[in-house]
Each structure stands twice: as C-alpha cells, then as structure tokens.
C-alpha cells in the first residue's frame, strides 16, 4: 500500500474548543451523516434471510428517506439508533486509538512536545452501533456480514487510518487497510511532561514510551481494494448461529473510529477528506458480489 501520511492524529488534540476556532490543526470532518454512511441509500441492509433492529427498538423496512418504521426490518438509519451512540451530523471524529476495538480507547494530546492523556467520547470521537440481527423464520441460520470504507477520487487518506471493530458473541475482530504494524496506546493515565514526541512525528512510538506509557500492537484483518472501485476496501465476517425470529436477536457492537496512533497518521493535514462507512448483511449461502 502507497504510504499516505495524515496531520490528523492522536496527538494533536489540545483543546477541541481552542483548535475549532483557531483552525491551526486539521480536523477530520465528517461533513455530515450522510457522508458518513451514504444515507438516503443502503445505509445498514440486510437480506438473504436476515432482518436487523439498531439499538432504539426498531428499523425501516426500505431505504427511502421518512419510510415508515417497524420493529425488525431490512435497513438501519440514524434515527433506528439509540442518542449517544454516534457523532453527530456536525460532529468530527477526533482520533483515538484502541487495541482491541472493544472498551479500551483513549485519546491523547500534544501540547509543548509532551504527550498527555484526555478523555475520549462514544459518540462524539467515536462511532458505536449496537445492531440485533435474526433470522426472518423460525431456524437458525448463519449470516455474513460485509463492510466497506469507502474514499473519494483516490483520496483513501482517511481510509488509511480508519478502523472498523466488530463484536458479535464474544469475539471482536478488527478491520483496516493493509500498512505497517499499528501499536496502539492503552495508557489513560499519561502525565504532562513526561513523555516527548523526540522524532517530531505525533505519534507515541515505542521508543517514546519508555515505560511510561502502555502500547499493544494491533491485530486486524485486511480491508481488500476493491476490483472495480480502487477508493474501495472491504472484507466480509461469517456470523455463525444467528437466532431463530422467534427470540430477541443477537447483539453485534460495530465501532468506526480514527487509529491516531496509526503510522498512516502523520504528515500532511487530513482537513474534510471523505469516508463513508456501509454495511450489508445476508446469508452465508449468498454468493458474494460487487456493490456499486
């Protein structure tokens, strides 16, 4: 993979407040929702046998914009999804950084050469979406699960940097774009003035660390450039035993954010670059194809 390099990363987040209206770092923006998950399209769709709910009790039965909602349907829009969960359509992401893709993020800021440590945010820094999935009959069945990031005009910088985490019974799985080994920060607790950015390239290597701060390498699975879209990266997840309509549905937690201590995450600014995220859901036995 071409090494695209972003401004945008862990360590540059001060005072959110301060670099909004200052402008002297680049933000991510989403720009938006829509950008963020093509809405208005094929949000989070399901088929092949399958029928999903998101977090606040109900779904859409079509992708129309104002369709009507029902409790178990084939698409999840922002409105199916519980307040807190995801950024909102203003919001930015801010980079954070996890290695495991479950409950352990931080954040990290950069002020005087030093690092320290901030708070990170679900639904402000960060996506999480809590998906019910089931069969549409009475017997189980298993499911597969595709995700795609997705950049602009072969821009793929936010892409580069992105992550998706899946958990679905028990085990999380982590997807990104082919690079370099991403050590990721599992400190909270770094204290000011303690441990510098020595190279001057805002991310914590582990030369940097010293001790002081808690790193973990990153295990994830590869997003594969698509054939016929190159701003394309995908990869499907097997969901095996996926519960009868008869009971409440399994719990999937799927979690976007921006791996700030990703190597990807340096360099020039990464200010209004495009991302959008897509789900789909079907049946394992569904023969895999090429989303346009």
Same mark, same amino acid.
């Given at each position: ?63 129309? %914009?104002?369709?009507?909602?029902? %409790?178990?349907?084939? $698409?999840?829009n922002r409105d199916c999804f519980a307040a807190g969960e995801l950024i909102a359509e203003?919001?930015? $992401? ?33 996506? %999480? ?51 370099d080994t991403t050590y990721a920060v599992t400190s909270n607790d770094i204290s000011p ?63 976007i954010w921006i791996e700030g201590n990703d190597t990807d995450c340096t360099g020039e ?24």
């Amino acid at each position: 993979m071409a090494k695209r390099k972003l401004g945008l990363s862990l360590i540059v987040l001060i005072v959110a407040a301060t670099t909004m209206v200052s402008g002297t770092y680049a933000w991510f923006l989403v720009g938006g929702f829509a950008e963020l998950f093509d809405l208005g399209f094929e949000v989070i769709e399901a088929g092949g046998g399958i029928e999903i709910q998101g977090s606040a009790g109900h779904a859409h039965a079509t992708a129309e %914009e104002g369709a009507e909602q029902v %409790e178990w349907g084939a $698409y999840l829009n922002r409105d199916c999804f519980a307040a807190g969960e995801l950024i909102a359509e203003d919001g930015k $992401y801010a980079p954070v950084s996890s290695a495991t893709g479950k409950d352990d993020f931080t954040k990290v800021g950069l002020e005087g050469g030093y690092f320290a440590s901030l708070t990170p945010q679900v639904g402000v820094d960060y996506n %999480e979406m809590r998906i019910k999935i089931r069969s549409t009959t009475t017997e189980t069945v298993d499911a597969r699960m595709n995700i795609a990031l997705t950049g602009r005009d072969g821009e793929n910088e936010a892409v580069s940097a992105a992550r998706v985490s899946v958990t679905y019974k028990g085990t999380t799985t982590i997807f990104a774009m082919a690079g370099d080994t991403t050590y990721a920060v599992t400190s909270n607790d770094i204290s000011p003035a303690t441990v510098m950015d020595s190279n001057n390239n805002s991310i914590i290597d582990q030369s940097e660390a010293q001790g002081e701060v808690n790193l973990s390498a990153q295990t994830v699975t590869t997003l594969e450039q698509s054939e016929v879209d190159t701003n394309r990266f995908e990869a499907t997840l097997d969901l095996p035993g996926v519960v009868a309509n008869t009971g409440s549905g399994d719990e999937i937690i799927v979690r976007i954010w921006i791996e700030g201590n990703d190597t990807d995450c340096t360099g020039e600014k990464l200010s209004a670059k495009y991302l959008s995220a897509k789900i789909t859901f079907g049946s394992s036995s569904d023969t895999e194809t090429e989303t346009p």
